[in-house]
């Protein structure tokens, strides 16, 4: 453990740390690694010893929480003994990034989505804002298909916590939902029981959206909520 912490340090880079500091506000454990760089060291340790390395992971700074995420992803085991490991992880997850960047690493979700979906469940009972928020990333990642799509809208359009990284999650996955099913997306814009803040926020993406024709924005401002 105290090597990779060690090889977390070599690969510092302090003006990232300072730039990706302001994307995390109320993150003051960040020591500065790039991305490419833990995903890197994750894929190393899942071929060499993940296990042992999730038993005895530490998790005191942003990149040890990220690193023990990423390893559940890239770990070759069964999806079982990933449901345990994540059950341990994502009770830990205190920001946006190591949420999202972690969840678009469980693509094995694609091998076994019943299993993952009904996985997911437990966590829109949660109280806890990024245990919401990983739920509805990954169903964002994994499950705006036809034979999800219906209830994955039902699913966002119920969701109710105060958490502003939940209602931004929830406004940015139903950008993506629009651009993949437009009318069912608009149909939910149409008649909801969205708070305000989510709803505006979820047609402001679409609006920003290069995916979205210029008609269609307009059409949308004229929806917000004054």
């Known amino acids: 453990m105290e090597n990779i912490r060690e090889k977390l340090f070599e690969m510092q880079d302090k003006k990232y740390r300072e730039f990706h500091s302001k994307l995390c506000p109320n993150v003051d454990d960040i020591i500065g690694v790039r991305i490419p760089n833990l995903r890197k060291l994750a894929k190393q340790i899942a071929k060499e010893n993940p296990k042992e390395y999730l038993e005895k992971a530490p998790q005191d700074y942003y990149e040890e929480r990220m690193l023990q995420g990423l390893v559940i992803g890239y770990m070759k085991t069964e999806l079982e003994e990933k449901m345990v490991y994540l059950d341990k992880f994502v009770p830990i997850i205190d920001n946006w990034a190591v949420c999202d960047c972690c969840t678009s690493t469980y693509k094995f979700t694609n091998k076994y989505p019943n299993e993952m979906w009904n996985y997911l469940q437990k966590y829109f009972s949660s109280n806890q804002e990024f245990e919401l928020r990983f739920a509805i990333i990954m169903l964002m990642d994994y499950y705006l298909t036809d034979e999800y799509i219906d ?10 916590n105060e958490g502003y990284y939940v209602k931004m999650g ?24 969205l708070d305000n803040f989510t709803y505006n926020k979820a047609l402001q993406k679409m609006i920003e959206s290069y995916q979205i024709d210029k008609e269609t924005k307009q059409k949308l401002k004229e929806m917000k909520r004054r």
């Open 151 to 160: 209830q994955v809208l039902k699913i966002y359009d119920s969701v109710k």
């Open 170 to 193: 929830i406004a940015w996955a139903l950008s993506m939902a629009y651009v993949k099913f437009p009318e069912k997306t608009m149909k939910l814009l149409q008649n909801n029981h």
